[in-house]
Each structure stands twice: as structure tokens, then as C-alpha cells.
């Protein structure tokens, strides 16, 4: 579904990520670590379109997708989900979800994925009408992922969903994230601190290190990695 | 009598300051989502005023008044669109604010001296289409033209606002203003929402300088005032911040007003600095604008 061939991206001369390939298939969650700094989100804006490759390329079934305005790359069905929420603080919780479904046409469906993450966040439901930037952050975090929703992902990215939230939000967020994957179907992108759960729920995963995927395997094959233990699962 | 006197420099200032406004509304607008300070907003409304000048030459009466209103969103708001994708969207990337204001402050330069070229320096007055017709309703009266002006700038705040609030595009232009980044995610086309808002911006400054221009004369150098004026409305209110620059633009105008008639009328245009330095003084981010 999602195929990454080699892409180099830099930030004027320092480069943040060299030769990075990594691929999605459909039905999958792929989850990415890596330390602060290796490039995680950098990676994530470079599909979105939002930063361009100097070199490679990006494929998303069958299209290249690394020279398209992230309008297009949105239409096209990759959503991302950014880190830190980004959330449109003045605007309200139904408007911030609105806009989610901004490229969309299809009236009636969008009503019907409404209901469906009113459902999944039933929070939300009853703070339609607050501004987003007057919520927890747990709040706006599951705006931010209904927004993502409203978007009709084929590809759903996450930045790192769960940073800074408590034990018992960041529980709440982590079953949305398993629901959408298990039960809806959703193909997922997943960067992530929480290692350990990131890994139990991937079907694949990569890690990612100053700007170089270092390891890939399916997510139990790194649970068992020696090195992938002591660097993120603190054994 | 006294206070028949102030009600009357109340309304006239009401009057005025709709019009400061929806002047400022244009600035604040652009401000907010482009991060542009653009100092040739005041020369929108000038070509706006200009628009006026030769449709009601040709068309008197009413029809040619509110036609000139229209020409002059659609003439100027087409002047936004050439002087946005010509001037300002090739520097938004690579350039600094302070270089954007000192390309702007060219921009004004530019279109002050062609209007020179194009309208000759005299000064011109708008015909009044009422014929100098006046309300009176006591305790103050005021020409027809006047409460039209007023109506009109009202209709105008208005229908932006409903725009703003409940059209898909306006929010979508809230959205970028507040947080470009995720206005990307969410597939909004950053580049048209800059087009549509400047030009929107440019546009009220032309219907502004219609309003404008039945109140001072019009010349090739007015567009330096609307601008000043439009800054301080804007700055008072919080830059970027519509309900701000909506009661600035009243509160200049019944200042103005009051200054001008119980003060001096030389310190009429000293008194929005005045108010300027206040706010800078004890509430810099603006009336509206949030604490830092
Ligand atoms: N806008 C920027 N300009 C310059 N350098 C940047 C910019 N954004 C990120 N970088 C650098 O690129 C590298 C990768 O950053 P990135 O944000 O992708 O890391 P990350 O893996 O997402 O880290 P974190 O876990 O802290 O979110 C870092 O060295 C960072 O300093
Ligand atoms: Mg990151």
C-alpha cells in the first residue's frame, strides 16, 4: 500500500533521514520507534507532503505520491495524525472534526463516521460545542484521532498518540487505537514511545536511529530483540 | 443641548468608525492568516474610492451608489489577488516580516504614484446620490448618505462573519490562521486559502474606501490614512483578532469624534495614537488578543 524507496530528506545541510525505505501493507500496523531525534516525525511529514525528499521515492498504491501537494496526498486517503495534537484551539470540537472532513464530498458518510467516533470518543460527544483548545490533553488527543478519522484514511499516521498523557487516558487511547485497527480494518502507521505496546499490537515494525532504519521485523521479533530491549523495553 | 451635542458626535463617531471597521477587519484578516503587515492596505481603499469616482460619473443616484460599492469589492478584490500572487506569496517562504513590510511599504509607494499617473492629483468629492437629504430625529440628525454608510458597512461586517462562522471555506480560513501546519493535514489548499483571504482582505478595503469617500476627499494620496487608521484599529484589537478589530474600529471612531469636537480638531488624528500607546502600555497583545 504505502512504499518507501530510499528517501533522503534534510533540513537545509543536516540531514534527518538517509536512504530510509519502509513499506505498509493494507490491514497492517506498523509501528516505527526510535529515540528523540531520529526522525520519526520528520519521516511522517515527508509522506504527508508537507517536507520533500531530496532523493527517492514514495509510492502509495501504485501512485507517487513525494511530489503531490499534501492536499492531494490527504484526498488520496494518507491522513496524519500529527504529534503534540495540533488541534484548532479556536475552534470548536465539532468545527476541529469538520475540518477533518474538509476534502470530503460524500455528505452522508461523513455524518455516519460522526456518529462512529462520537462513539469511539464518547467524551467528545458532549463537549461538541467546546473550544478544542479548553480541553485536557487527553481530549484533544482523541479530537485530533477523530479528526484524523473524518478524513477517511485508507492510511491513518500517528505521532506518538500517547506523549504526555496519564495512565488512564493514555489506557483509553491505546484501545481506540487497537479498535480502529482490529475491528475497523484501519491500516495504521504507529510512531509511538510506548514500546512495549507499540510492539505487542504491530504486525510489523521498524527502528529507526539518527535517520537510519536500523531493524525491521514483525512486532514479536523485536519484542525478542536483545538490543531493542535494553534500548526501549528497559529490561 | 450639551447632550444633544455629544449624542450627535456619538452617532457621527459610530458612523466613522463602522467604516474604520471594516477597513481594519481587511488588515486583521490578512494578518492572521499570512502573518502579513501590509501598509498598502489603506491604497485598496483608494482605487475603491477611485471605482466610485468614475461608475458614479456615470450612473447617479442610488444605483450608482451601491453599484460602486460592488464594482469596487470585485475591482479590488481582483487588485488582491494580482498584488498577493505577484508581490507577496513569491517572499512568504524566504523572506523575513521586517523585509515583507519594507516590500510593502514599496507596494504603497507604487500604487500611490500610478494613481498619480492615472487620476491626476486633484482632489475629488463622491456626489451625495440622496441630494444632501437629512434624517432628523430630534436629538440628532444625519444625512441619508450617512445612515446608508453606516447600514452598509454593517451588512458588510456581517455577512463576513456569517461567512467566517458557518461557510466550510471560512472555517477553513479560521483553521490555517490558527494553525497552518494541521490546516495542511486536513487537505486545505494553504495557497488558495492565501489568495481567498487576501483578496477577501483587499476587497473590504475597496468597499471601505467607497464609504470612505463619502465622508473626506478622495485623492491619490488618501490611501496613507485608512492605513494608519486600519493599524491602529487593528493593533488595539488584537492583530489578527476579527471581533477586536470590529469594536476598535467603533471605539477610534466615537474617540476621534469626541477628541476632535471636545479636545482639539488638530489632535483628532494624534487621538487613535493616543489610545494606541495606552493599549501598547497596559495591554500589549490587543483588547482581544490573548495574554502572553
Ligand atoms: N524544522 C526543523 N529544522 C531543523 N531541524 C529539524 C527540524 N525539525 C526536526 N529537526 C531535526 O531533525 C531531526 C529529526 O527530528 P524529528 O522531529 O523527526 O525526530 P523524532 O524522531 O520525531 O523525535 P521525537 O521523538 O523527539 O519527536 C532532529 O535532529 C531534529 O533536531
Ligand atoms: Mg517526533
Known amino acids: ?235 | 443641548m450639551e447632550s444633544s451635542l455629544l449624542l450627535q458626535q456619538i452617532v457621527n463617531g459610530i458612523i466613522l468608525g463602522s467604516v474604520y471597521s471594516l477597513i481594519a477587519l481587511g488588515l486583521t484578516m490578512i494578518f492572521g492568516v499570512m502573518k502579513i503587515s501590509n501598509f498598502a492596505h489603506g491604497d485598496y481603499s483608494m482605487v475603491g474610492a477611485y471605482v466610485a469616482v468614475f461608475l458614479m460619473a456615470w450612473l447617479p443616484g442610488w444605483l450608482g451608489w451601491v453599484g460602486s460599492i460592488l464594482a469596487a469589492a470585485a475591482v479590488v478584490g481582483v487588485l488582491g489577488v494580482v498584488t498577493e500572487r505577484l508581490v507577496f506569496r513569491p517572499l512568504l517562504t524566504r523572506w523575513t516580516d521586517i523585509d515583507i513590510i519594507m516590500v510593502s511599504i514599496g507596494l504603497f509607494i507604487l500604487l500611490e504614484n500610478l494613481a498619480h499617473l492615472v487620476f491626476g492629483a486633484t482632489p475629488r468629492m463622491l456626489k451625495d446620490p440622496f441630494g444632501g437629504a437629512v434624517f432628523d430625529l430630534g436629538l440628532f440628525s444625519t444625512s441619508q448618505l450617512r445612515v446608508f454608510c453606516l447600514v452598509f458597512s454593517c451588512v458588510a461586517i456581517a455577512v463576513l462573519q456569517l461567512f467566517l462562522n458557518r461557510s466550510r471555506l471560512g472555517v477553513a480560513i479560521r483553521a490555517t490562521s490558527q494553525n497552518r501546519f494541521a490546516a495542511q493535514l486536513m487537505g486545505i489548499n494553504i495557497n488558495t486559502v492565501y489568495t481567498l483571504t487576501f483578496s477577501l482582505g483587499a476587497a473590504l478595503a475597496g468597499v471601505g474606501g467607497v464609504l470612505y469617500g463619502t465622508l473626506f476627499a478622495i485623492s491619490p494620496v488618501m490611501g496613507a490614512i485608512p492605513t494608519q487608521k486600519a493599524f491602529v484599529v487593528t493593533i488595539m484589537g488584537g492583530m489578527g483578532h476579527m471581533r477586536g478589530a470590529i469594536l476598535g474600529g467603533f471605539i477610534l471612531g466615537v474617540a476621534e469624534t469626541l477628541g476632535g469636537n471636545y479636545l482639539s480638531m488638530a489632535y483628532k488624528n494624534a487621538i487613535g495614537f493616543m489610545i494606541l500607546i495606552l493599549v501598547l502600555l497596559l495591554r500589549p497583545s490587543g483588547l482581544f488578543g490573548r495574554r502572553q
Do not use: C
Open chain 1, 1 to 235: 500500500m504505502l512504499n518507501i524507496d530510499q528517501i533522503t530528506v534534510s533540513y537545509g545541510q543536516a540531514p534527518a533521514l538517509v536512504d530510509v525505505s519502509l513499506r505498509v501493507e493494507q490491514g497492517e500496523l506498523v509501528t516505527l520507534l526510535g529515540s528523540n531525534g531520529a526522525g520519526k516525525s520528520t519521516l511522517l511529514k515527508t509522506i504527508s507532503g508537507i517536507l520533500r525528499p531530496r532523493s527517492g521515492r514514495i509510492a502509495f498504491n501504485g501512485r507517487e505520491i513525494h511530489n503531490a501537494p499534501s492536499h492531494q496526498i490527504v484526498q488520496a486517503g494518507v491522513v496524519h495524525v500529527p504529534e503534540g495534537r495540533q488541534v484548532f484551539t479556536d475552534l470548536t470540537v465539532q468545527e476541529n472534526l469538520r475540518m477533518g472532513a474538509f476534502t470530503r464530498r460524500d455528505h452522508q458518510a461523513v455524518e455516519h463516521d460522526l456518529e462512529f467516533v462520537l462513539k469511539l470518543f464518547p467524551r467528545l460527544k458532549e463537549r461538541r460545542h467546546q473550544l478544542a483548545g479548553t480541553m485536557s490533553g487527553g481530549e484533544a488527543q482523541m479530537v485530533a484521532i477523530a479528526r484524523g478519522i473524518l478524513s477517511a484514511p485508507k492510511l491513518l499516521m500517528l505521532d506518538e498518540p500517547s506523549l504526555g498523557l496519564a495512565p488512564v487516558v493514555r489506557a483509553d487511547i491505546f484501545d481506540a487505537i487497537s479498535q480502529l485497527h482490529q475491528q475497523s480494518g484501519l491500516t495504521i502507521l504507529l510512531v509511538e514511545q510506548n514500546a512495549k505496546w507499540a510492539l505487542h499490537v504491530a504486525t510489523r515494525a521498524y527502528v529507526l536511529e539518527n535517520g537510519r532504519v536500523i531493524m525491521e521485523g514483525s512486532g514479536q521479533d523485536l519484542i525478542n530483540d536483545e538490543n531493542v530491549q535494553q534500548a526501549y523495553l528497559g529490561y
